[in-house]
């Protein structure tokens, strides 16, 4: 077993219902390693289920929706900060799909916050904020703004910068990444005109082997909807990244011992 028994319940929640108490013990032991717990909350909600199972899940949804709470306080706070003295901000990753109330964000758990500033201005956003957070310089800008002054990546710089976090480093950690890649497609690929910017955006970054690699790995695992021209053919290197994004045991600790070795030594050699 691997994990994916833990993709098949969140790709298609009524797959649960077929479970034992082994198979469920499988599933939230590999659900909480990959941090998706309160994913797969949502996605089995209403669901008939067993107690303990359930009792399981709630936990896990009311420590995300804690998570999401404390995220939107952060994001009010930089607000407050930025947005008076003029400093434009695009909020990143999670905290971007959190503000734009995306279905990427739930079941988030990420604590950190992370904005795009101009270069010029990077040490002043750090001396007026009282927290610590990630910023980046001069990160893609083009999405829509909030009314609290921040700004959204645009649709396919979110998809990208989920890609680069899954892929970039060469060595893909965990289902979680895809899951999030999954979601925000599923969001946005029906928005006239978001394959070409999506293309258009990998190809300014020279990422689109990447998106190509990421769009096919997802729809494998999850049916997520891609266009076949981006996607491409299947590659051979595509088993080994769906071996290692799915090295789980049933008690969910990592698996595939040599594979994972093989995958880490490729991203040193590459960093």
Same mark, same amino acid.
């Given at each position: ?5 833990? #993709? %098949? ?7 649960? *219902?077929?479970?034992? *108490? ?37 936990? #896990? ?18 607000? %407050? ?13 999670? #905290?971007? $799909?959190?503000? #734009? ?36 310089? =001069? ?11 921040? @700004? ?20 893909? %950690? ?20 978001? $394959? *070409?910017?999506?293309? =258009? ?20 695992? @999850? ?25 789980? =045991? ?22």
């Amino acid at each position: 077993m691997d994990a994916r028994h833990l #993709a %098949k319940a969140l790709g298609n929640p009524a797959y649960v *219902q077929g479970l034992d *108490q082994r198979g469920w013990a499988a599933l939230l032991a590999m659900a909480d390693a990959e941090e998706l717990t309160a994913s797969l909350a949502w996605r089995v909600s209403g669901l008939a289920i067993s107690q303990d199972s359930q009792a399981h899940l709630t936990i #896990a949804r009311e420590r995300a929706e804690e998570s999401r709470s404390a995220t939107l306080d952060r994001i009010r706070a930089i607000a %407050k900060e930025l947005a008076p003295a003029g400093i434009p901000a695009t909020l990143l990753d999670e #905290a971007g $799909w959190i503000a #734009a109330g995306l279905d990427a964000a739930r079941g988030s758990v990420g604590s950190e916050v992370a904005i795009a500033v101009p270069r010029e201005r990077e040490a002043e956003v750090r001396g007026r904020l009282p927290f610590r957070i990630r910023t980046v310089a =001069n990160a893609d800008v083009g999405g829509a703004s909030l009314e609290n002054g921040l @700004f959204l990546p645009a649709p396919e710089s979110m998809v990208m910068d989920a890609v680069e976090a899954l892929l970039g480093s060469g060595d893909p %950690k965990g289902l979680a990444g895809l899951w999030a890649i999954d979601r925000l497609i599923r969001e946005f690929s029906e928005v006239e005109g978001f $394959w *070409q910017r999506l293309h =258009n955006c990998s190809a300014a970054r020279k990422c689109t082997p990447l998106l190509s690699r990421a769009l096919r790995l997802s729809h494998h695992l @999850f049916e997520t909807p891609v266009d076949p021209w981006l996607a491409w053919e299947p590659r051979r290197g595509d088993i080994f990244y769906l071996g290692r994004i799915l090295a789980r =045991n049933a008690r969910g600790e990592e698996s595939r011992r040599i594979l994972r070795l093989a995958f880490r030594v490729r991203a040193r050699l590459r960093g």
